[in-house]
């Protein structure tokens, strides 16, 4: 950025050099919060460098910001990055329940999910190369708008590289009886889209698929639909067709529950007819992806994008990404306290830019907002001060984890 640097920029240069005489001249390759964090608890573990910062923002509303950042060098041998989760889709738990279960080094809470009804997620998840949930229709997703020109599908990824990608995922699915083909719209979606047809398998869980069928694709509140049907498929057979059920299918059964236009399509596929139902998770715009969590573009070539919100200021959740892939930065900012203010969305992607972080992305914020971290014979610790007490339990988390 050099002499052009951004309010955001020159307000964090001019923070207290936390206890040097004076602020260190930004590196050259123009990143300025680098002499600004400072190391806090137990070293780094290999192939991570987390850091605190604090700042104040500069306009008339503005106040006092602190925040905390984890590096990563996905090029070290000693960590992987993962997307963590409960045992079942429509679960949740907290971060350092899924950190702590894993093992994990550092993590973050996830994308956004339907917080109070089935904690499904909002967005698309891909967990160990496999579809886990393709997320909901846009109008049925608790989250905030995207910027123009951007894909709501966009997600933060990590290739089986291991590099990082902000890109886009499409859900394929189809069920094929005969000549009769059938579209699915989605795996795990806590709303089957008006007229359509979602697809359940063993990890949804015990929630209710009737209630996938309730609400439109633009009102959670809206009420549920009065033609419905469910087809259970095991085997390459239809074995059950009724209303649409609850509880944990069996072992390799399938769930396809139909609303509307959706539900008369699949009442042509008595017990007993012989069907193929296959899916999968296209990469729009990068290499297969094994990770990948659902995500709102902040940031791309070193710019925030434009149109981002500009007016409510909350606790964040974000994820850098070098230009490369190579190298990641996980990013929480406090909020809805006097000690910090929080950032608006727009403030953030500025934020992850003065970072050094030319792609950026956010994932859900407010009483999400949660950092683990694990130091050097240290045990997971929460390093940012969340905004919820108790602790938000969230539908996953991006963790980095000992190989």
Do not use: K
């Not at 990055?81 to 950190?99: C, F, G, N």
């Amino acid at each position: 950025m050099g002499p052009r640097r951004s309010a955001l920029a020159l307000a964090l240069a001019g923070v207290l050099a936390l206890g040097a005489a004076a602020p260190a001249p930004p590196p050259p390759d123009g990143r300025v919060l680098d002499q600004l964090l400072a190391p806090r608890g137990a070293p780094d573990l290999p192939g991570t460098s987390y850091r605190e910062f604090t700042t104040t923002l500069p306009d008339p509303r503005g106040g006092p910001l602190r925040g905390d950042v984890v590096e990563v060098d996905l090029t070290s041998p000693a960590v992987r990055v993962d997307l963590l989760t409960p045992p079942t889709v429509a679960a949740v738990a907290t971060v350092p329940e899924l950190a702590g279960r894993a093992g994990a080094v550092a993590a973050i809470n996830g994308g956004f999910f339907d917080e109070g009804g089935s904690g499904a997620p909002v967005g698309a998840e891909i967990v160990a190369g496999a579809p886990r949930s393709s997320g909901v229709p846009v109008g049925r997703r608790p989250a905030p708008p995207v910027p123009p020109g951007e894909d709501a599908d966009t997600v933060v990824g990590i290739d089986r590289a291991g590099r990082a990608h902000l890109a886009r995922v499409q859900f394929r699915g189809r069920l094929v009886a005969g000549r009769r083909t059938v579209p699915l719209a989605g795996l795990d979606g806590y709303a089957v889209p008006v007229g359509g047809v979602g697809v359940f398998d063993p990890a949804w869980g015990d929630a209710s698929r009737e209630a996938a069928t309730c609400g439109s694709d633009t009102d959670p509140r809206a009420g549920c639909s009065t033609d419905t049907l469910e087809v259970r498929v095991a085997g390459g057979r239809v074995t059950a067709v009724g209303p649409p059920g609850e509880g944990r299918l069996p072992a390799g059964t399938l769930a396809l529950v139909g609303r509307d236009q959706g539900a008369a399509s699949l009442r042509a596929l008595p017990v007993g007819t012989r069907v193929a139902v296959d899916y999968r998770f296209d990469a729009v715009d990068s290499p297969p992806l094994r990770v990948a969590v659902g995500a709102l573009p902040l940031a791309r070539a070193g710019r925030p994008l434009p149109g981002l919100q500009a007016t409510e200021r909350a606790p964040r959740t974000a994820v850098g990404l070098s230009a490369d892939g190579r190298r990641l930065w996980l990013v929480t900012v406090d909020g809805r306290q006097d000690a910090s203010i929080g950032t608006t969305l727009a403030e953030l992607g500025r934020l992850l830019t003065d970072l050094g972080a030319p792609v950026a992305a956010s994932l859900d914020g407010g009483g999400s907002t949660t950092m683990v971290r694990r130091g050097r014979d240290e045990d997971l610790t929460v390093v940012n001060r969340p905004s919820a007490d108790p602790l938000r339990a969230v539908t996953d988390a991006l963790a980095v984890l000992p190989r």
